[in-house]
């Protein structure tokens, strides 16, 4: 007979063993997590290393001395696919960021989603109002970014992914603690940016330049002795008057002894006074105004809407996502067919009308607007564009060395026959805003790509028969339950004997 006091020593050691089993557990847990907080180690299997960033990146952000914070207003459940594509892309890539920086106490990258219509309050307090954007803030410097960055399209259709070049190069901007200057001329009636008149103001493009991370100055010449040292980018924005001598040949040294960089917005029927200048850099800026009889080239307010491109980085975002800019009155801008080859310049039809479109000589007469043979401009098939006139053009020196071109610093110059492509009322055009704004970042040296290979997206399409569809519904509806009980009586029976 056993006693009352060897059942109870039983359940003792029972307890006891229950008791070490579950501290070994705990500890065992403990261990692992430990471990894998302190001395981790990460492999990315996948075919195009979709979860790992470049070595370039790494040491970018190893290095980086302010922490940046980045907000993204993508959802998953964005009923877009794009969209709801672009949150997948983004919220793997913006994880490596924030894993590889969380050892570095001065320069970590902190990263959140937000929705800016659920999440009203924190949306306004750091500054976000629209959807699908990607926010970067380093104290007081912005910089956003639009899903069109983020994306190589070919046919309408996503080739490649290229978030880390272009995260990794608004942090570095961010993170800079100086600021590109933008130069806007003043004293002959230009646009001014702290404007908010719907057509002469420029208050919006503005706000978009800070979000940029630019800062903006006025600059008048005939107060100066030149251009500022400090002047990544000067602008002339529709003057409303003829620059005199002395201007002039302050923005021709600006160009040509200091390799600086110029945009210039000219309206049509104003004297501009650069004809020197635009002489030197091959460029002919004619007295026209831009008519059309073609119906596909008119909005329904009368502006003239752009859709022949010539792929450069100013128009690719144009060509790859189908957008066009939408014009006032405008003049046609084009190489000089008189300019010297010889002299280094590059000079290029960037946007162009269609070829029924026509530049107005006698555009002062208030008369209905018809096609002169003879008078007035029309698009030559030997020169590009062929048939049509350009509104566009860029101009650069390439320096040649042993016949090769190579690529270093040079005077830029960009030339736009309108005005008010970026007043107020006409900033909200997609076409408008990406046809400025790379041509900002291709004058100041922005548009110039990290060495960070871009992913291919990869696609998997399964095409089926309808027969082959038929087969694959029944084997799902009937095959998979069978299978089931199948198994369900093998195991009864190995039980049972």
């Not at 290393?49 to 914070?69: C, I």
Request: hydrophobic share 40%; proline share 5%; net charge neutral.
């Amino acid at each position: 007979m056993i006693s009352p006091d060897s059942f109870r020593t039983a359940r003792w050691i029972r307890t006891i063993n229950l008791v070490l089993q579950a501290l070994l557990f705990l500890s065992l847990f403990a261990g692992l997590n430990y471990l894998a907080l302190n001395h981790a180690w990460r492999f990315d299997l996948t075919a195009q290393q979709r979860y790992s960033l470049s070595p370039e990146t790494k040491s970018y952000l190893q290095n980086l001395e302010r922490p940046v914070q980045i907000i993204a207003t993508f959802t998953e459940e964005a009923d877009d696919s794009a969209v709801a594509q672009a949150y997948r892309d983004l919220s793997g890539l913006l994880r490596e960021y924030t894993y590889t920086t969380e050892n570095n106490p001065n320069g970590r990258v902190t990263a959140k989603f937000i929705d800016v219509y659920q999440q009203r309050r924190e949306a306004d307090q750091l500054g976000i109002d629209q959807p699908n954007v990607v926010l970067l803030i380093c104290g007081d410097k912005r910089q956003r970014l639009s899903l069109s960055d983020f994306y190589d399209v070919k046919d309408r259709k996503k080739e490649n992914f290229r978030g880390e070049q272009a995260l990794t190069s608004a942090i570095l901007s961010v993170s800079n603690p100086t600021r590109k200057k933008i130069y806007f001329l003043t004293g002959h009636g230009e646009l001014r940016p702290d404007d908010v008149d719907p057509a002469r103001g420029l208050s919006a493009l503005n706000n978009e330049l800070k979000m940029r991370n630019f800062d903006v100055e006025y600059l008048q010449l005939s107060t100066m002795r030149s251009v500022p040292q400090d002047a990544a980018l000067v602008i002339a924005a529709a003057p409303q008057g003829s620059y005199p001598a002395f201007d002039q040949e302050q923005l021709r040294e600006y160009l040509s002894k200091r390799e600086g960089r110029l945009i210039l917005l000219l309206a049509p029927g104003v004297p501009h006074g650069l004809d020197d200048l635009l002489y030197d850099w091959g460029v002919l800026v004619d007295d026209v105004v831009i008519y059309d009889t073609d119906p596909n080239s008119f909005s329904d307010n009368g502006d003239l809407i752009l859709r022949t491109f010539t792929p450069h980085p100013i128009t690719q975002t144009l060509i790859d996502y189908k957008v066009f800019p939408r014009l006032g009155l405008t003049r046609s801008v084009r190489p000089d067919p008189g300019r010297s080859i010889s002299s280094g310049l590059q000079v290029t039809s960037l946007v162009a009308t269609s070829e029924t479109a026509w530049g107005e000589i006698s555009y002062r007469q208030r008369q209905v607007p018809e096609y002169n043979r003879g008078a007035d401009l029309k698009g030559l098939p030997n020169m590009a564009p062929k048939n049509r006139l350009g509104i566009v053009a860029v101009s650069e020196r390439v320096q040649v060395r042993n016949n090769l071109p190579f690529s270093v610093r040079s005077g830029r110059l960009v030339v736009m026959g309108t005005g008010d492509i970026v007043a107020n009322y006409r900033i909200a055009s997609p076409g408008n805003q990406n046809l400025f704004f790379n041509a900002i970042n291709w004058t100041i040296d922005r548009d110039t790509q990290l060495n960070i290979p871009a992913r291919p997206i990869e696609r998997f399409q399964l095409s089926l028969s309808q027969e082959e569809l038929m087969r694959l519904r029944v084997s799902l509806i009937f095959a998979l339950p069978i299978a089931a009980a199948l198994l369900g009586l093998f195991v009864y029976w190995s039980r049972r004997n």
